[in-house]
């Protein structure tokens, strides 16, 4: 009996050991473990994209090929909106006039609209790349809507695991 | 081979086709059913307020206190205003999907008037922050206020809401 317990012990090692890398590459916490636990690693935008529209090949390329762009194109407003944040910042830090920290503020609204408009734009062009039963699956549209808030803010890449920066 | 160990080697060989199946399986997010697709936040990843607390170095006991209370103010005042926000993203989300880009710029310029109400408020803390700041803590101000940045909305990697893709 004892002999068997560890037979059946080794076995289920063996079992944990072999299916380990498959749920790491799940995005971590495979089985409802949070995510983070045990080293598991998080996916990226383009591949929660692929996962949740089920893209193909080409499909993918051609979302890739869109959101490249998109994100070259918001280079300027990404700079434009970092730097207009620091400014409503170094005005409070210097003290400066209420209406001064007002401006600041104001512009700072505007930009974040630009990106915010760039951001759905880019979702709309995304969604016109899908067939017809792809466009139907609310919930993957309504993720893609989410992650595409902040896509542009990292000036090297948005196809990044999605993290907390924000504006 | 003793009969116990010959059991438990046969009960391995049936499960086999467990493990081969398990590894089969579509890669998935690993994220439950209901999520929205965007990224749980980490346990492991500090509040956006507890970073900057940690790159103002407040002290623990007369600072950091004071901070989290005005940060608490601060977001329920902000509530709504982000509540706005993610209505306003909606409107812009569905006249992209519809393509009426010549009804865009007027929900953008709603955008702005929310986005500008919003930067108000974190401005109004970060003043009041900034106040209690020592000489020393202030040199760290700029890269600390810059965390504050859409402190209050619900961003990708803060929270969740909704389900995640993959059902039809």
Known sequence: MRVSLACLAGTMIVITMAATPRAQRRGGGGGGMPQGQFGGFQLTRLEILTADFQLTKDQKKAVKALLDDAHKSAAATRETLISAHAAIGAAIAANKGQAEIDAAVKQYGQLAAAMATLEMKALGQLVQQLDVPQRGNQAAVRSAFLLMRGIFLDAKKWDAVPDSRSY | ?168
């Open chain 2, 1 to 168: 081979m003793s009969k116990p160990s010959l059991t438990a080697l046969l009960a391995a060989i049936a499960l086999i086709p467990i493990v081969l199946s398990a590894q089969n399986a579509p890669i998935q997010s690993g994220m439950g059913n209901d999520d929205t697709g965007a990224p749980k936040l980490s346990l492991d990843e500090p509040l956006p307020g507890e970073k900057m607390i940690d790159r103002l170095k407040l002290d623990d006991k007369a600072q950091a206190p004071d901070v989290r209370l005005l940060l608490m103010d601060a977001s329920r005042d902000a509530a709504p205003v982000a509540q706005k926000i993610l209505e306003l993203r909606l409107r812009l989300g569905n006249l992209a999907l519809q393509n009426k880009v010549d009804e865009m710029p007027a929900a953008t310029e709603a955008y702005s008037a929310a986005a500008t109400e919003m930067a108000a408020i974190e401005a109004r803390a970060f003043t009041k922050i900034y106040a209690m700041l020592k000489p020393n803590q202030q040199a760290n101000a700029a890269q600390a206020f810059a965390m504050m940045a859409g402190i209050f909305q619900l961003a990708p990697g803060r929270g969740r809401g909704g389900q995640r893709g993959g059902g039809q």
